[in-house]
């Protein structure tokens, strides 16, 4: 049974090179991926804004979605395929902070390239941020506490800002970049009301893509990490073998040892441990997919349990299983 808070995934994140590749790569895998959205400011007061910190984009399904990120280029000249700048309004005495924190908050994920790029975000939805910050409390694990955030949302009136809250739960005794995980950043996500979620364009993937259904996390000392991911849920990992399920009834993550997933995705095996090192998807069609992917002469191998996936060399460091919806 899961927490009262925590009632998903909300998304996993891929902390890629470059990002035009990445998007490139996931339209030839058949998802629907819009052209990237970077922050900008002015080098200096009065300038012409400059994209700055890191740009992202991703495929989208009505509840969850895969995120792709890599940092901002200097120039606009080497910005990806009709990326989209998104001028920030600050006063002019603001500029030169503005810009210092933005490039701090990222650089510990960006950084993160030098281990391996892949999966480096994983982010669980919650139906309050506020109590599950207060439940880590009571647990005694150290975040950010929950924060005011925007997410854009693509509706048929145009894209929209709308307000959610975030929290990042930090490694213990830890501060600044080294605050993060050793698997990455791991947080929670409020996110904005059904009915404007419901409202939601450009879900339709062309791989009949549906659902983030599963993320997989690659570790030693599997005993260790379940018990930080019991405290850091609420919920009591399901174990089997060298693997422990949490089941959220519509996702799950999957905490697994490197052995048991190499047998779990034939040919793969994880970068490193602990990382986030697969992912599954639910379509419509699986049978379909697999056609799809095939035709457009993809690499699919078959996972244990039959259903087909991407390595992940052929996308961008992560393996990404499909599953019937």
């Known amino acids: 049974m899961t927490a009262n808070d925590i009632t998903g995934i909300h998304h996993v994140g891929l902390v890629v090179r470059d990002l035009g590749a990445a998007i490139a790569t996931f339209r030839g895998l058949g998802f629907n991926v819009a052209p990237p959205a970077y922050p900008a400011l002015p080098p200096a007061p009065g300038a012409e804004p400059e994209p700055i910190g890191a740009g992202n ?97 693509a509706t048929a009136d145009g894209t929209r800002l709308e307000a959610i809250k975030y929290l990042e739960i930090h490694a213990e005794d830890a501060a600044g970049p080294a605050a993060m995980l050793p698997e990455g950043r791991v947080g929670v996500a409020q996110d904005a009301p059904a009915a404007v979620l419901d409202a939601q364009i450009g879900l339709e993937h062309a791989n009949g893509a549906v659902a983030l259904a599963e993320v997989v996390l690659c570790v030693d000392g599997l005993e260790a990490a ?38 779990r995705f034939p040919g793969e095996r994880a970068p490193v441990a602990p990382s986030l090192c697969a992912y599954a998807v639910e379509v419509v069609d699986l049978a379909a997919t697999e056609r799809f992917l095939r035709g457009r002469g993809v690499g699919v191998r078959t996972a244990a349990g039959g259903e087909p996936f991407v390595p992940g060399a052929a996308a961008h460091g992560a393996a990404i299983l499909f599953r019937q919806a």
């Open 226 to 263: 379940i018990d930080r991911y019991e405290r850091y849920l609420g919920v009591r990992g399901e174990s089997s073998g060298d693997a422990a399920v949490f089941d959220f009834g519509g996702s799950a993550l999957t905490v697994t040892a490197p052995s048991a997933f190499a047998d």
């Open 57 to 153: 984009t991703h495929a989208d399904f009505p509840r969850s979605f895969v995120e792709l990120l890599a940092a901002a280029p200097e120039d606009r000249e080497r910005l990806p395929a009709g990326a989209v700048l998104t001028p920030l309004q600050l006063p002019d005495d603001q500029l030169e902070a503005a810009r210092n924190a933005m490039r701090h908050t990222v650089a510990g994920l960006i950084g993160r390239l030098d281990r391996f790029e892949g999966a480096h975000i994983l982010v669980f939805a919650s139906a309050d941020a506020e109590l599950t910050a207060e439940r880590l409390d009571a647990s005694g694990l150290a975040h950010t506490g929950a924060r005011p955030a925007q997410r854009p949302i």
